[in-house]
């Protein structure tokens, strides 16, 4: 009974063992003459258009599939910030490229600061990726010193991330006395 088994047992593994060479066999030799298809590298297509994109793929006998768009700062809406395979990797003809684009630069809405602090109008600026432009005190009646009287672009506008916000502060009321600073020795 032992022998029996010992007997199935090597007929067993010299099959397996036939089988895996027989796949090998199979992907190294007759694949490659059945499915023979020329490779080429996949060109860059970073910042382009997505027609101008689909226009180089296919002079490069490869397609195109979208995956993903994301906000970029200086590539514009519907151009090619990201691709997989990356540049210069070889693919069979035929393949197709996933790239990525971009949504073009993200906008910032505009809080209003008037009426706060200038401390308070740069934390709101800032926490909305703005920061503060050119500032100009002038007098006012109904502001208290130091708060916003004005600003510009108005309130809900919306800007490019690090776009500047112009601020008039109020330096008080007009008839209050004013410090002057020393300028002596300024150009």
Do not use: C, W
Not at 104 to 114: D, F, L, Q, S, T
């Amino acid at each position: 009974m032992k022998r029996i088994f010992r007997h199935l047992g090597i007929v067993v593994i010299a099959g397996v063992l036939a089988g895996v060479l027989g796949l090998i066999l199979l992907d190294a030799v007759v694949m490659p003459y059945l499915v023979d298809v020329p490779s080429v590298r996949v060109p860059n297509l970073k910042g382009f258009s997505v027609p101008k994109a689909a226009k180089r793929l296919k002079q490069s006998g490869l397609g195109m599939a979208i995956d993903d768009s994301l906000h970029h700062e200086t590539i514009p809406y519907n151009g090619v910030v990201d691709q997989d395979p990356i540049v210069g990797q070889r693919v069979k003809k035929g393949r197709r490229i996933i790239v990525t684009l971009s949504k073009g630069p993200r906008y910032y809405e505009v809080p209003n600061v008037r009426r706060v602090s200038l401390r308070e109008a740069r934390l709101q600026l800032e926490g909305n990726q703005l920061q503060i432009g050119q500032t100009l005190y002038v007098s006012s009646e109904a502001i208290p010193a130091g708060a916003i009287v004005e600003q510009s672009p108005s309130p809900g506008a919306r800007l490019a991330r690090d776009s500047p916000v112009d601020l008039q502060i109020s330096s008080g009321s007009p008839t209050q006395p004013k410090k002057v600073p020393n300028l002596i020795g300024l150009s």
